[in-house]
Structures are given as structure tokens and as C-alpha cells.
């Protein structure tokens, strides 16, 4: 088992609408949960942390569910500009700040 | 504000070849890391440094050396090419505050 699993998609969602992702993990005592974003030949870059409590950010919903093991992203309204690759991103090694990938989710927004 | 500059951008290498990839950061981060991303494996760390003159192994480190002399500056040397080592290369640093920081690749083709 992957030790962050996401579902590589392409998803292909027309313009205005709500579109999910999870991502699973396999370690229980992972502490940080984040979401990153790729554009294509790009780097990645912070979207948004995830937080026990849920976070949102405008469009964007994060979610965290420690004991099933799953975070999840919501994309309400989406625009032309979401289409991207959506990294989850955990930190699976309590005390140091290295992070492991999943291989992300592409998006694609139809107009 | 530069962030973190990686050069060069492009590379094609001969097999056998060595070369540096250079990493700087004007952030005055402590924490410095190299990944590579290839298709459908998600990033996976190379090696990271907790500090000037501190570097560590990541989860594949076989065939890259670094070194961490300042706190500014974090090379990585492929020792000798190999086909395998064709990827995208991405250098980063971290702060609680802001996360990780990528540079913005080195696209390394090797033959």
C-alpha cells in the first residue's frame, strides 16, 4: 500500500461545478495534512493546510478524517484557472519537516 | 525576494556524465531539500539538510552526493548519469509559516 494514495483522475469537470478529492494515508500518527497545487511543468505550491476542525478558504474546503485516515478537498464553482494537478501531501515523521506525495489528481475544467 | 533559484533549468547529460544542480535560497531557511518527480511515482525526497553542514538521506539517495557549506546554497551532483536518473528535479526549503518553498525545476534528460 501506498503510503499516500490519491486517485490520479483525470477529472473532468465542467465550469461551475463542485468537485471532490480524498487521499488516504497509511501512517496513523501522521501530524500535518496539506494540499498542494501543480500546474503543468511547473513546481508545486501551498493551497491550503488541512486542520482537524476542516478549513476553507473562498472555494476551496479541506477536511480531515483521522480515523479513517482520509483528507479531502472540495472545489465549489470551479473555474477555468483550477485546472491543475491537486497534490495531497502529509508529514508522516513527527519532530522533522519531510513530506511525502501522493502522485496527485488532475483536473481539468471544461468550459 | 527571489525564493529559491535552481539552475540550470534544462539539462540533457551523457551517460557517465556528472553535473551539479544548483539550489540557493535567500529565505535564511534552515531546512533544505532536494526531491525528483516522475510520472505516476509522485515526488520522492533525495536527501535534505537540517542545517549548514548537516544533510541526510531521503527515500532515494543512491547516485546523488550534496552538501551544505552555507545556509544559503544546497547542490546536488549526480556522480555519474544513468537513464534512470531522468526526471524532474526539484530543490525546496521550509518554514512553519509559509511551508515548503520549491524552486522551480531542473528538467534533466540523461542518454
Known amino acids: 500500500r501506498k503510503e499516500v494514495e490519491q486517485d490520479p483522475g483525470p477529472f473532468n469537470v465542467p465550469e461551475g461545478a463542485t468537485v471532490a478529492f480524498n487521499c488516504t494515508y497509511s501512517n496513523s500518527a501522521s501530524q500535518s495534512f496539506f494540499w498542494y497545487r501543480q500546474d503543468c511543468r511547473k513546481e508545486p505550491k501551498l493551497l491550503m493546510s488541512v486542520y482537524s476542525s476542516g478549513n476553507e478558504d473562498g472555494r476551496f474546503t479541506a477536511q480531515l478524517n483521522r480515523a479513517s485516515q482520509y483528507i479531502s478537498l472540495l472545489i465549489r464553482d470551479s473555474k477555468l484557472s483550477d485546472s491543475a494537478t491537486y497534490l495531497c501531501?502529509?508529514?508522516?515523521?513527527?519532530?522533522?519537516?519531510?513530506?511525502?506525495f501522493g502522485t496527485g489528481t488532475r483536473l481539468t475544467i471544461i468550459p | 525576494n527571489a525564493g529559491v533559484t535552481q539552475t540550470p533549468k534544462f539539462q540533457v547529460l551523457k551517460t557517465g556524465q556528472s553535473m551539479t544542480l544548483q539550489c540557493a535560497q535567500d529565505?535564511?531557511?534552515?531546512?533544505m531539500s532536494w526531491y525528483r518527480q516522475d510520472p505516476g511515482m509522485g515526488l520522492r525526497l533525495i536527501h535534505y539538510?537540517?542545517?549548514?553542514?548537516?544533510?541526510d538521506q531521503g527515500e532515494v539517495p543512491n547516485g546523488y552526493n550534496v552538501s551544505r557549506s552555507t545556509t544559503e546554497d544546497f547542490p546536488l551532483r549526480l556522480l555519474s548519469a544513468a537513464p534512470s536518473q531522468t526526471s524532474v528535479y526539484f530543490c525546496a526549503t521550509v518554514d512553519s509559516i509559509y511551508g515548503y518553498t520549491f524552486g522551480s525545476g531542473t528538467r534533466l534528460t540523461v542518454v
Open positions: 529565505m535564511n531557511h534552515e531546512y
Open positions: 501531501v502529509v508529514n508522516m515523521d513527527f519532530g522533522n519537516e519531510k513530506l511525502t
Open positions: 539538510s537540517v542545517g549548514a553542514g548537516i544533510t
